[in-house]
């Protein structure tokens, strides 16, 4: 199967890492990779360096690689999800599956990109674009029939785990954010986790999807980081509280979702509160089932990589 990526970046090399580790089982092969400043093409499978030429739009990218799947894997725009939306609708155009770890387009343009899928009979997955590659969607759609979600709450941005952990140390919030970066954790532009629009989008992205929502990030409640210091950490953890981002929704009487993002001051034996590192959780408050919770411990880029293997995986056994 040939497969395009949009984008080249920690992800998108581990990615590549990925399927080298199992072409002898799945016989996958990258043959265009698409960056802002170069293109590279090689119909016998590109490497994970390649050799790179020069920059052309997505519609010529596209139309000279010619491949099966395509992956949008371009760094995070919360204002409005571009260019990475335009990128799937030019796959899309072309009656290209398109597989994305960016959660722009999920947040600002689910409802209109589902429909113009299904309108081409096309395959659109984004399992990577919440919580790195745990089963989220693919959970309550495969494996949760005729539940309803009422709202969830989550710990969903690692980076600012990190920094909250340095602050507790009684370092900076700078050095928690250099930390983050050189774990490879952070948003391209750092400011998207610490003002709270990663987690915005992700919380966007999980009403859309889960709930029905027709949200963007701007819809949502937000409040970041940058005015908690690490004298509220200390005080809060001496007081026996964990400060975290947490990511609420809740369906209203009338019907309405309230979505929040906010640093709360949580007791340290609370559930949202005791997940270290960069490990992440999510509950999902239902009907039938009651609260379900899922736990991603110590994600990196390979585990997001592993989630668009998994969709590229489910797309070929339907192709």
Known sequence: MRIALIGYGSVGKAFARLLESQRKRFPFRITAIQTRKATAYDAKGLPV??????????DEFLDVAQPEVVIEITSLNPVDGEPAISHIRSAFARGIPVITA??????????????????????????STVMDGSPVFN?????????????????????????LAEMAKGNSLAAGIALAQEMGIAETDPSYD?????????????????MGADVTPQMVERTGIADVTPAHVQEAAAAGFVITLVSRATRQPDGTLRLSTRPERLPEDDLLANVDGTSNVLLLHTDL????????VSPGVEQTAYGLFSD??????QL
């Open 194 to 210: 610490i003002d709270g629009w990663d987690a915005a989008a992700k919380t966007a992205a999980l009403a859309n999807v889960l």
């Open 139 to 163: 959970m309550v759609q495969q494996n949760l029939p005729g539940i309803t979600i009422h709202g969830f709450s989550g710990v969903l941005n690692s980076t600012t785990k990190i920094v």
């Open 49 to 58: 360096s390649p050799a790179w030429g020069p920059a052309a739009t997505v």
């Open 102 to 127: 960016n959660k722009g387009p999920i947040a600002h343009a689910y409802s209109a990109l589902r429909a113009e899928a299904a309108a081409r009979h096309i395959l659109f997955r984004f399992e």
């Open 289 to 296: 089932m009651g609260t379900q919770g899922i736990i991603s």
């Open 312 to 317: 590229l995986v489910d797309i070929a056994k």
